[in-house]
């Protein structure tokens, strides 16, 4: 169909008030735009299409009765839709991590500018880092930042007990994400991206790597794509090729536990004698993770104990604990 005969056709289908024919029409006209070169006016197109008005701040910029796609075997989703109402100013990463991800955030608010110059901005991120370094977080942040839902892909859904399944329910993801601008976090990638060389693997999961892999590259929406990775070392070569960026998450250091002790908690009011710059340089090692336990501990503690504000028998308390706990969890890790 020419563009003018779509165009009718959907005037057609809102008077009628038949929904999803709009929104296949809308979604054909945007396709016949990209084939006609004209990315900048089909881009604007698939915005205006999917933003569904402002709710707390957040655009919604997909169909709200897009079906989310689910296993064939077990009917269990294969993601999962959210939103998040984080600040940059929760999100507390060395400065290197922050300028990179400010920079991502600047790139893709300026997508028509760079697009001008024949240039994309970075949608393909992979974040790597031990577990509780803020991977996730800084996903939800960016979300956040952005104004755009977030699409979580559970990996324990997509893989299958049957072959070619798995293959079959990554496509479903690829197919459903197109259909809308979000910022997309592939959590734990590992276990879809293992190098294709390991002798241990079956021919069933180098398979899938090549599947994940050409869906990467053949991608071309305007979302941004997250994968996140707690063993880097045995991802396929190939897949660090396939992003634009890399983060690598570190443990904080002093003055970045110090931000964090503060920031988590704040919701309690603190005796004068606390010594939280004490406590950062006790804390090496720490993820931020394990200091927001720590520090909700502190506080339930204070709270039970009948006191309005925290002490430092409280932090003390909850510091010990959590020496205890890891001492158990490096024990137990080294005899894996």
């Known amino acids: 169909m020419t563009s003018t005969e779509i165009i009718k056709k959907l005037f057609i289908a809102f008077s009628k008030r038949d929904e999803d024919e709009f929104y296949r029409l809308a979604e054909e006209l945007i396709e016949l735009e990209k084939r006609k070169k004209h ?26 009765t ?34 990179v991800l400010e920079l991502i955030v600047n ?7 760079l697009a001008t110059y024949n240039l994309s901005p970075v949608r393909k991120v992979l974040f790597c880092g031990e577990p509780g370094t803020g991977k996730t977080f800084t996903a939800q942040v960016l979300s956040s930042v952005l104004q755009l839902p977030m699409v979580y892909v559970r990996f324990d859904a997509i893989i299958s007990s049957y072959l070619g399944e798995t293959a079959t329910n990554l496509r479903k993801v690829f197919d459903f994400i197109k259909n809308g601008v979000w910022v997309v976090l592939f959590d734990e990638v590992d276990i879809i991206g293992k190098n294709r060389n390991d002798h241990h693997e079956s021919g069933e999961i180098k398979r899938v790597v090549n599947n994940f892999l050409q869906m990467l590259d053949n991608f071309e929406g305007d979302s941004l794509l997250l994968a996140a990775t707690n063993h880097p070392h045995i991802l396929d070569p190939a897949v660090w090729r396939r ?22 908690l704040k919701p309690i009011k603190k ?40 002490s430092s028998i409280d932090l003390d308390f909850a510091y010990s604990r959590f020496v205890s706990r890891f001492a158990v969890r490096k024990d137990k890790e080294s005899k894996l």
Not at 246 to 253: A, C, D, K, S
Request: charged content about 30%.
């Open 39 to 64: 990315n900048i006016v089909a881009k604007e197109l698939k915005e205006a299409l999917y933003t569904r008005g402002q709710i707390n701040n957040h655009y919604k910029r997909y169909r709200p």
């Open 66 to 99: 897009l079906p989310i796609p689910r296993d064939n075997d077990s009917g269990f989703p294969l993601l999962e839709i959210k939103e998040y109402h984080f600040s940059w100013d929760q999100l507390i990463l060395s400065e290197k991590n922050k300028y």
């Open 107 to 113: 790139e893709l608010k300026s997508s028509e500018i």
């Open 243 to 264: 992003f634009d960026e890399v983060i690598n998450f570190e443990l904080p250091n002093a003055d970045e536990r110090y931000q964090l002790l503060n920031l988590f």
């Open 271 to 310: 005796e004068a004698e606390i010594d939280l710059t004490l406590l950062s340089t006790k804390t090496e090692g720490f993820t931020p993770s394990d200091l927001k336990t720590m520090c909700k501990e502190a506080m339930k503690h204070a709270i039970v104990s009948g006191r309005d504000k925290l």
